[in-house]
């Protein structure tokens, strides 16, 4: 699925397309989904019903889409309906999240500074199942649920910070990360460790950070690196990093995008997240981008 400065949704079946298009090839999705009146920003896909999917807009709304249909069609541009309109944010809605064990549950946030909980059972609610208003100073930026731990979340803001979340206390947060200097813009947990959460931001750095050693003592030296929690900042982009993936196969390997359409696919020596004796006279170690050869293999 895609998203442009259109209001629509754009659906693709790899399949049905070249891997190298031609300079005459037509725009042709399999599927349209059409019923935000405005652009937009945050899609996921359900973890747990085939062709769900949700998208947040800058109408304030969300829409919940069954793209079967498309896939489904020998025919290209099927529009699609949605299935529910969500209604609560007062402003802009940045991103959206699917549960990894909860079925019916997506969480979602805005300019609006809440965060909201909703089941995708109702049909066009318009007021979600939890809200917790100014849940940060600034605009909220994204909301990420825990792949490993159900019970937490976590959201990036404008303020510059990260905030972790318990879904059975959202009265207040459970932690908050400062390490960023400018607004964050995507967060992402690592696959294969429930405390260890990645996060990138306007100030051109990728932060990873590990919630384990929240509280760990520190020398004075280290702690001009930041808190003990933030493990490690990747500093090779020159422009703000936009977005970023882990890789789902080589554990602490890291995709990073930048404004300047820069990718760096990169990770951390070992030493730094195996908790042996750092090698860099910073205290923050070194990280690798990989090479031609290493990412071909």
């Not at 306007?202 to 590990?210: E, F, G, K, N, T």
């Not at 890789?247 to 404004?259: F, L, M, N, P």
Request: aromatic share 8%.
């Amino acid at each position: 699925a895609t998203r442009g400065p259109n209001p629509e949704v754009y659906i693709w079946d790899l399949s049905k397309h070249p891997s190298f298009p031609t300079s005459d090839s037509s725009f042709s999705p399999q599927g349209v989904c059409a019923g935000h009146s405005k652009e937009g920003y945050g899609l996921a896909w359900s973890k747990h019903t085939e062709g769900h999917l949700v998208s947040g807009s800058e109408d304030c709304t969300l829409h919940l889409w069954d793209i079967n249909s498309a896939i489904g069609s020998k025919e290209s541009g099927t529009k699609i309906s949605p299935l529910s309109v969500f209604s609560g944010h007062t402003s802009v809605v940045e991103d959206v999240d699917w549960h990894h064990r909860d079925v019916n549950m997506i969480g979602s946030v805005g300019d609006d500074k809440s965060i909201m909980i909703w089941d995708v059972r109702e049909k066009n609610p318009n007021k979600a199942v939890h809200t917790v208003p100014d849940a940060h100073s600034g605009d909220i930026n994204c909301i990420a649920f825990n792949p490993i731990n159900e019970y937490v979340l976590a959201t990036g803001s404008g303020d510059k910070t990260v905030a972790v979340w318990d879904m059975r206390n959202l009265k207040s947060r459970v932690q908050t990360l400062i390490g960023h200097n400018d607004q964050v813009y995507t967060l992402e947990w690592a696959p294969f460790n429930e405390s260890v959460l990645a996060s990138c931001s306007a100030d051109r750095r990728v932060a990873i950070w590990d919630l384990s050693r929240i509280g760990m003592e520190q020398t004075e030296e280290d702690a001009e690196d930041g808190p003990p929690e933030l493990l490690f900042l990747h500093g090779g982009h020159t422009s703000k990093v936009c977005d970023f993936s882990w890789s789902s196969k080589d554990e602490w390997t890291v995709a990073s995008v930048s404004e300047d359409n820069v990718l760096q696919v990169w990770n951390m020596a070992e030493e730094i997240y195996a908790g042996e004796e750092e090698e860099m006279s910073t205290g923050a170690g070194e990280d690798q981008l990989l090479g031609d050869d290493e990412l071909e293999a």
